[in-house]
């Protein structure tokens, strides 16, 4: 089975702080996307990555950051976090450019105050 | 551009009786379409999907949808509802650029009465 699994739960930061979302997948697959998820928009895709080092724009990525160093993680970043972030982030990955189904992780629900 | 409308954010029915959730899906390329399912704080799971071939597609737990390209639809069906099947289902269509992006529709939100 895969399994993509997300650093932390529940997460509370303060504004101003910056903060990091840790995603890791064990299937060697190509592809990995950051979503979040608020009530009645369903998923919107933050960002995106087709290989190692490389990273695209989803649908809102103003605030977020990404980084891809090695191809089982992927992280998220929000470089100075808003109350506005306060959401849950799913994260997913997929095998390659040309299979489209995605496996999601558990999400982190992130809190800021 | 791609594009996936939910009917309904909020199903409610009966323990035993159908269930019936509605997806429309607009695409400029051949759609694969999906269905995913979300239990209570977890992630999203796949029930089933529709890429190429029959158009009926039979998914776990019981769940089934039908791909209607005259009618853009890829409804979500189960003869009995049961208690477990409780949560928020996403209906999903392949995206249009390159690569294996999909946009999700809003979400429906099954609840199960006994």
């Known amino acids: 089975d895969v399994k993509v699994t997300q650093s932390s739960r529940y997460l509370v930061k303060r504004t101003g702080e910056k903060v990091f979302l840790e995603c890791v997948q064990d299937m060697d697959h190509e592809n990995m996307f950051w979503y979040r998820q608020d009530p009645g928009l369903g998923l919107r895709l933050i960002y995106f990555s087709y290989d190692v080092k490389m990273k695209e724009k989803g649908d809102i990525p103003e605030g977020y950051s990404v980084s891809r160093e090695k191809k089982e993680r992927f992280s998220l970043i929000l470089e100075s976090a808003s109350t506005n972030q306060t959401s849950m982030y799913l994260c997913?990955?997929?095998?390659?450019?040309?299979?489209?189904?995605?496996?999601f992780g558990p999400g982190t629900r992130l809190t800021v105050t | 551009a791609q594009s996936v409308t939910q009917l309904g954010s909020h199903v409610s029915v009966s323990e035993g009786a159908l269930v019936l959730l509605r997806c429309n899906y607009s695409s400029s390329v051949p759609p694969y379409l999906f269905w995913y399912v979300q239990y209570p704080n977890q992630g999203l799971q796949l029930l089933l999907k529709?890429?190429?071939?029959?158009?009926l597609v039979k998914g776990i737990n019981g769940f089934e949808a039908e791909f209607k390209k005259s009618e853009t639809s890829f409804h979500l069906t189960k003869p009995s509802a049961h208690m477990s099947d409780a949560a928020e289902y996403f209906c999903?269509?392949?995206?249009?650029?390159?690569?294996?992006?999909?946009?999700f529709g809003e979400g429906t939100q099954l609840t199960v009465n006994p």
């Open positions: 999903a269509v392949r995206g249009k650029t390159s690569g294996s992006r999909l946009t």
């Open positions: 997913a990955s997929s095998l390659s450019r040309v299979t489209y189904e995605q496996y």
């Open positions: 529709y890429t190429t071939g029959a158009t």
